[in-house]
């Protein structure tokens, strides 16, 4: 076969059609490219599935490593990328057939969007810490653009924001890569992993902590997480769902990544991830208590729910770990669902506050329905999918016998229960001053109802993608592995 | 359109019914590695099952009034799936699944109604959602302790892990029961809830956490007794588990005395009953299982019979207030049966079937010799007769007190025909006592590993204590009432013209706005003079959960302080926690 | 006199020095000055001093520039040429990010007629 199918095509191949966006403009093709790029990615990911399962591929770039460069594609960063480009494809659906604002689909915005998804998928394809950092400033500087598209006063505000929260986190871990290299000289990850060890302590410490403040900002760990409410708050509901959807979930995966990678052992960073992950969970869920705009509201549940996803990864078991890999595709299908909502009530309503909505439940009966359906995919009640993966991580600790984790994760999903619900409330509530008029524009909703019917699907048949997401746990803690298919020793 | 969808809608409600009448073998659903489902029909599921079937359609039936309501179809349609999952489910994951199917379509549900205010839908689906995330809690301990998710008994007892079990699992099924100080959502949720809806919850979702409490004692096999070893006659831990029921029922029978409202009443007289039956499960012998399950049999009747009475009251005069009725006799006498024969069943006096399930209930107790809890079950089952007496005296006897209650005529066939259908059940089941036992309690006793009750015949009811015979009851009582009805009605002219109701209250002289024409007004507003039961009705956990959720609220505003507006203050805190966290590991030698 | 600077540990000392000086002023830039360009500035400041830590603690003295050219083939006495590749890769994406900062800051200046950090309030509705 000519044409090979390689890892590479990934990250090129959204490259090549952002670039050449002028002339999809001209072929009047721009909404339908932003379409079908993803969804031939997805495709390919999915096609490579079974060959993934056996070995990991890698792809070297001009020398071998550990001195080239490489791409490492294994079952975990599959799993990620297949994500990534899922939600690619359900975002630019929901941009063509939603009929939404010119400043969402324009030639700007499409190359954006395209670089954020070719950004995170370089994230988590790479093996090598320089290009790791390459990416996270490509995926960086999409979504700092990206926030700031509608060129309003909120939008501005919050791109500005998040460009100095983000730049100043990524020089921290610009630091932590460039101590590294003077410490090891080594760029490649699994050389890194083997020579870590051999660092001083203190300096191990230095980095970890470096490391830790910098990707803690990234993907939204208390404290570090104070930005988000406000940056989600600014940019616009569908954009945000990007964030949620597919930014945090890189940066999470490439902060565990490193911390099995780099570590020998992980009992040692447990106990610290564990810690951040109920506290980032807990704090974040209490404060949406109080919220009264729904993206400030979203903003906290994303951070309780990336919480949870931390407090099981970092148990680092196989069960919990494949339960936090399934956790993650559930949230990022159910907050592009909720975030695709709050944009059509926006549209509708020009207001997302809490008070601005009541009623809104006859208005727009499809588009609360979903809400309602999503409220119950992220408090992980069954049959949605969220349940099946909230009780997979909730098993693995009840089999290691630890159970305040469990204790905190109920304790938790109740907190949750009582924003959403209100909201649900509030918005069923019969209010005559609502505009009674039923109107849900059809084809918009088309793209919520598909990632409606994946929750429901996932949540009834989880067994059929099962064995994707125990291969991917395998693949994400087994260091050994990544070790000896990149340098051929046996670690 | 709108008839097919009715149709639709009945076929569906009649599903409770097709599945136990048709379900063959046992299936599963392989869910999640290594997780299976598990669905079975086993006696104790059927008992259960068959209560949904009975009550399923009744609810169904007016609800086909008017224009269909696809929304609460589906919902309806949903929450019959979830039960009927719960009722199968031979695991625990399967029995969550339904159980949180219910709640959640239960909940969404109770906000069709347009009196649903955000505190009641919130009391209402937290605690629920805290019953189910306690009974999640309880089956991971389950599954760390036996490595399985079927509901199975456990084998080896010892160290605290199976109380907590115990603890966790009880918790959540009277949370669900209503017990007292967890019943904070229940007369919320059925006052407020659609009124037809109302006899859906109290008659067959209230006995969903019977069920689970039924399921505890086949999860500890001689009924508790190895947890906590035996008190008297009985199990230790049922005993706890008995004084529960008992002081929710005495609490709740007073609270329901001193309502105002037809359905709230109904609410508190819920609780009380089921109250009973918990005490019973406490009890955990054969005769007192075997009088839960009457209750349990009972209750389901009677309270849909009053609920949808009730609702058809509301329906007609759009007034739900006992102080807004009255005189309802006349022009709606079917109602008036209805609740007639309700209220005797609810009481518990003979000839109707709830006479034998108390029977049942007292006679168990005596025979593990908890005579206090005895005495305390008397008092609140005699002070049922209080409330019994205002939801007949109110609604249709004295003068009407408004001019809806004036101009009401008769509910609607919809509601009609389920009501029609429960007196016959009723009565039916009052004459033939032995039946219900034989055939409804017995298989489920076997199944549990109790003796069983046995019956001589199907007309009698038989104790190692004495029993009676339904149908003699029955013809006397029968022959009394048409004795006293028909000379009631031979003499109704010249009573007539003795005089009008309305006599009772003017009395010579001029009611003022606010004398209260009607004998209901302000009844049990006295109760609250009597030292503990006044100070039982004064107090309530309403404060303690609020101040929870205050509490809860100003922590979220002290923690929301963290997430500031200000990027510098952003950065500020992570350098310096980045610094103290340096200095940390730096002390400790470098190690992370 | 001087000689003692040539010693390696001495040189890297001063550049470790040097570099994390510039990093805390880049810092208290970022940190104190409420204008918008001049906590760019400081990001950029802090930017800076990891390169320079990088290029200088990757360099000892006396190695030569890695170039091969004028039939110079050999390898020895080169500085190593990673950091150099990577720092002038992140100089460019620096300076991307740096771009992005100026002209968003320059339109919310023009939206809005402010430019201090401190009073970006639009954000703020509950």
Known sequence: ?491 | MSLMIKILFLAVSLSPALTLSTWGESLAWPLFGGIELLFDLNPISAFFLLLLALGAPLVALPMLRGAPDRPAYALYALLLLGMQLLLLAGDFIGFFVGWEIMTWSSYLLLLRSSRTDLEGAQSYILFNLASAFLLLAGILVFHSLTGDFRIQAIDQLGGPEPLALAVLFGLAFLIKVGTLPLHLWVPRAYDQAPDIFSAFLSALMSKMGVYGLILLATLFPEALSGLLGRLLNGPAAGYILAWIGVITSIVATFKAISQEDMKRLLAYSSIAQVGYITTAIGVGSSLAIGGALFQALVHTLVKLLLFITVAGIILQTGRRRFNDLGHLIDRMPISFLAVLIGIIGLAGMPPLPGFAAKYLIFVSLIDARWLLLLAAMLLSSTAAFIYCYKLIYAPFLGHANSPEAKTATEAPWPYLVPQVILMGLLVALGIFPGFGIQFLIDPVLTALGLAPIGAPSWGELATPYGGYDGVVLMTVFGTAFALVTGGFFLLRGRMRRAGSPYDLSYAGEVPTADTPLHYGAGMGRELRRIPLIGWILLHTTTGFLTGLTRQSLAAAGLLGGFYGRNPQTWILLAVLLFALALTLVTLTGGAL | MLEFLDSPRVLHGIYILGSLTLFFIGLYGLLAKRHLLKALIGIAVMELSVYLLFIALATSPGETAPILADGLIDFTGMADPIPQALTLTAIVIGMAVLALGVSLAIQYHRLTGNSDMRAMTELKDS
């Open chain 1, 1 to 491: 076969m000519a044409f090979q199918l390689t890892p590479v095509w990934f990250i090129a191949l959204p490259l090549l059609v952002a670039f050449a966006a002028p002339l999809w403009v001209r072929l009047g093709l721009l909404m339908s490219m932003l379409f079908a790029t993803p969804l031939v990615l997805f495709g390919l990911a999915v096609s490579l599935f079974p060959a993934v399962g056996d070995a990991p591929l890698l792809e070297t770039i001009v020398i071998a490593p550990p001195l080239g460069i490489h791409l490492h594609l294994d079952s975990a960063s599959l799993l990620m990328v297949a994500l990534f480009n899922l939600a690619g494809v359900l975002f630019a659906s929901f941009l063509w057939l939603g009929d939404t604002e010119p400043h969402l689909r324009g030639r700007g915005p499409f190359v954006l969007i395209l670089l954020l998804i070719t950004g995170c998928t370089g994230l988590v394809l790479t093996g090598d810490l320089f290009n790791l950092y390459v990416f996270l400033e490509i995926a960086g500087v999409s979504a700092y653009a990206l926030s700031a598209l509608r060129r309003d006063k909120t939008a501005l505000e919050a791109g500005l924001k998040y460009l100095i929260i983000g730049s100043v986190a990524a020089i921290f871990i610009l630091l932590a890569i460039v101590l590294l290299y003077l410490e090891t000289g080594q760029l490649n990850l699994a050389a890194l992993a083997r020579d870590f060890g051999d660092i001083p302590a203190a300096m191990q410490g230095l980095i970890g902590l470096l490391l830790l403040v910098g990707l803690g900002v990234k993907a939204e760990l208390f404290p570090f997480n104070v930005w988000v409410p406000d940056i989600y708050r600014g940019s616009d509901p569908a954009v945000t769902s990007l964030f949620s959807g597919i930014l945090v979930k890189a940066f999470l995966f490439v902060l565990f990544h490193l911390v099995f990678l780099l570590l020998a052992d992980p009992a040692v960073a447990r106990a610290w991830l564990m810690a951040l992950g109920a506290l980032t969970m807990l704090v974040a869920e209490l404060v949406a208590l109080r919220q009264q705009d729904m993206r400030r509201m979203l903003a906290y549940s994303s951070l309780g729910q990336v919480g949870l996803i931390t407090l099981a990864l970092g148990f680092a078991s196989e069960a919990t770990t494949a339960g936090a890999l399934f956790h993650m595709v559930n949230h990022t299908l159910v907050k592009m669902l909720l975030f695709f909502v709050a944009a059509l009530m926006l549209r509708r309503f020009l207001s997302l506050r809490l008070a601005d909505l009541r009623g809104v439940g006859h208005a727009m009966p499809v588009a609360t329905a979903l809400f309602v359906l999503g409220s119950l995919a992220v408090l992980g009640l069954p049959p949605l999918s969220g349940f099946v993966s909230k009780l997979c991580i909730l098993k693995g600790f009840a089999e290691a016998q630890a159970f305040w984790p469990i204790a905190l994760i109920l304790l938790a999903a109740l907190i949750e229960a009582g924003y959403y619900f209100r909201w649900i409330k509030v918005f069923y509530d019969s209010d005559p001053a609502a505009p009674q008029c039923r109107s849900d524009d059809g084809p918009a909703y088309l793209p919520l109802v598909l990632i409606a019917g994946l929750l429901l699907l996932l949540g009834v048949a989880p067994f059929l993608i099962e064995d994707w997401f125990v291969q991917a746990a395998r693949a994400l803690l087994g260091r050994g592995t990544i070790l000896e298919s990149v340098l051929g020793v046996q670690s």
